[in-house]
C-alpha cells in the first residue's frame, strides 16, 4: 500500500493551465481531477456561470453529466430532492457494481434517508457539542503543544489529520491511541478507482479486507454499548446500537453508515484546517485583522469553509424529464452540483475570490449543502476549527507557511496532501 500515489497515470487533458476562454464550451470539462491538483479551475468555473450555468458535458472519464454551477440553480437541486435523487451515487463517478458499498443515509431519499439521519443526529446537537467541546479542546492543546517549534513540519500530517482523527474518535468513542485507523479506514473507503480521490494505492482485496477489519472492531463496540444507557457524552455507535430504526442493521448497512460518518468528518474537516491556514498564509492582512480582533474567529471558520470548500461537488440522479435554467434534464440523468462555484458566484457574494475574515455573508456559503442532506456535521466542523484558532493563537506567534502547499488530485475532495509549515511561540 502506498499513500499519495493512485490516479496519477491518469493522462492530462491539457486543459489545466490553458486559457479556459479558449477552448469550445462543449469541450469543457470540470470533472478533470488535474484542475484542482493544480488550482486552475476557477476560470472554467467563471466561464460556465456567466455562459452555460447548466452546462453538459457530453465525454468525461465518468460519462456524460451536467454541471450546475450558480448558487440559484443548485439551491433548487438540492430543495427538489423527489426530482433530484441521491440514491445512485452521490459523486460524478458511479458505484463499483463488485463492492456496492451504500455509503449510509447520504445514498437514501425520502423518509428512510430521515428516519436514520435522526438516529445519529443528536450526537452533534448543540447540547452534545457542549459535553465533547472540553475533551476536543484538551486534545488539540496537547497536539499543539507537541509541535517542534521553529523547525519545519508537516501541517497536513501533524496538525490537520491528528486533529481531525482524533475528534473522529470522540465522536465515535473508539480508543484514543487507536485513531489513526480511522483514518486509514477513510482512506480505504474512498480509495477505490471510482472515488477518484487518489490518496492511496490498494488493491481491491487489500481494500475490502481493511473495510472488513472496520466492520469487525465496531461491532465489538456496538455489542458492548447495547442495551446501556445514554451516556452524558453520546457517540454514534451508542446511538445507531441502541435506537428502533438502527438497531436492527445488517452488517453491511451498519458499515455503511460508519464509512458515512468517518468519511464525511475526515476529509472534510481536515482539508479545512489545512485550507485556513494556506488562506491567512496567502492573506497576511487577514491575519493581522485575526490577531488584533480573536473575536472575528467564528465568522473566520464560516469564510474558510466558503474559501476551501472541501467537497466541490455533489451529484444527483434525475428521476424525471426536467428543466433547469432552460435546459432539458432527462431522467436518469447526472447533474453534478458545484459547491466550489457557487461558493465565488458573484451574485450572492462580493469580490467572492478575496478571502475576507469578516464578510457580512460568509455563512451563506453552500459547502455544507442546503436542504435535507445538509451537512449533520456542520456544527462539529465549525466547532472544531473554532476551538483549533482559539487555540493557536493563544500559543504561537507565527504559524507560517514555507514552501508550496502539495494539493490531492480528485474532483470531489479539494485539499492538500503536504503542507510544510514553521511555528514560533507567542
Ligand atoms: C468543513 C467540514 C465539512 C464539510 C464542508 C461537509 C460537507 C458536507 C456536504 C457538502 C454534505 C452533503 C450536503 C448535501 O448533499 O446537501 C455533507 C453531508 C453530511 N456530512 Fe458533512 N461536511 C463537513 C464535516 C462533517 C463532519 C465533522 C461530520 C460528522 C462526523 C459530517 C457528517 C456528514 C453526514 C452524516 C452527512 C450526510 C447528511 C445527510 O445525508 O442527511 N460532516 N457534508
Not at 460556465?48 to 450558480?70: M, N, Q
Not at 482559539?390 to 488530485?409: A, D, I, M, N, Y
Request: glycine letters at 6%; one cysteine or more; a negative charge.
Amino acid at each position: 500500500m502506498s499513500a499519495h500515489s493512485a490516479a496519477k497515470s491518469i493522462p492530462s487533458k491539457g486543459q489545466a493551465g490553458a486559457d479556459p476562454y479558449a477552448i469550445p464550451l462543449a469541450k469543457i470539462d470540470v470533472s478533470d481531477s488535474e484542475l484542482f491538483e493544480t488550482d486552475t479551475h476557477w476560470g472554467y468555473f467563471e466561464r460556465l456561470r456567466k455562459e452555460d450555468p447548466v452546462h453538459y458535458c457530453a465525454e468525461s472519464d465518468f460519462g456524460p453529466f451536467w454541471s450546475i454551477t450558480r448558487y440559484d440553480d443548485i439551491v433548487h437541486v438540492e430543495k427538489n430532492p423527489e426530482i433530484f435523487s441521491s440514491a445512485r451515487s452521490i459523486s460524478v463517478v458511479d458505484p463499483d457494481p463488485d463492492f456496492p458499498l451504500e455509503a449510509g443515509f447520504i445514498t437514501m431519499d425520502g423518509p428512510r434517508h430521515d428516519a436514520h439521519r435522526k438516529v445519529v443526529q443528536p450526537v452533534a446537537s448543540p447540547r452534545n457539542l457542549t459535553f465533547l467541546e472540553p475533551l476536543i479542546r484538551q486534545r488539540v492543546g496537547e497536539i499543539l503543544d507537541g509541535l517542534p517549534v521553529g523547525e519545519t513540519f508537516d501541517w497536513v500530517d501533524r496538525v490537520s489529520i491528528e486533529l481531525t482523527t482524533g475528534m473522529l474518535a470522540t465522536l465515535f468513542d473508539f480508543p484514543y491511541e487507536q485513531r489513526r485507523k480511522l483514518t486509514l479506514w477513510s482512506e480505504l473507503a474512498t480509495s477505490a478507482p471510482e472515488h477518484n480521490v487518489g490518496t492511496m494505492d490498494v488493491s481491491v482485496e487489500e481494500r475490502r479486507a481493511g473495510l472488513m477489519e472496520c466492520l469487525q472492531e465496531f461491532t465489538a463496540l456496538w455489542k458492548e454499548r447495547q442495551d446501556t444507557p445514554r451516556p452524558e457524552r453520546l457517540d454514534f455507535v451508542t446511538a445507531l446500537a441502541n435506537a428502533e430504526a438502527t438497531r436492527g442493521l445488517e452488517p453491511l448497512e451498519y458499515l455503511g453508515t460508519l464509512i458515512l460518518l468517518i468519511v464525511g468528518g475526515n476529509d472534510t474537516t481536515r482539508n479545512s484546517i489545512s485550507g485556513g491556514l494556506v488562506a491567512l498564509n496567502e492573506n497576511p492582512a487577514e491575519f493581522r485583522k485575526l490577531r488584533a480582533n480573536p473575536g472575528l474567529i467564528p465568522n473566520m471558520v464560516s469564510e474558510i469553509i466558503r474559501w476551501q470548500t472541501p467537497l466541490p461537488h455533489m451529484r444527483r440522479t434525475a428521476t424525471q424529464d426536467t428543466e433547469l435554467a432552460g435546459k432539458r434534464i432527462a431522467k436518469g440523468d447526472k447533474v453534478v452540483m458545484w459547491y466550489v462555484s457557487a461558493n465565488r458566484d458573484e451574485a450572492v457574494f462580493e469580490r467572492p475570490n478575496e478571502f475576507r475574515i469578516d464578510r457580512g455573508n460568509a455563512k451563506q456559503h453552500l459547502a455544507f449543502g442546503i436542504g435535507v442532506h445538509f451537512c449533520m456535521g456542520s456544527r462539529l466542523a465549525e466547532m472544531q476549527l473554532r476551538v483549533l484558532w482559539e487555540e493557536v493563537l493563544r500559543r504561537f506567534s507565527e504559524v507560517t507557511v514555507v514552501g508550496p502547499p502539495v494539493r490531492v488530485r480528485s474532483n470531489f475532495v479539494r485539499g492538500y496532501t503536504r503542507l510544510p509549515v514553521r511555528v514560533a511561540r507567542a
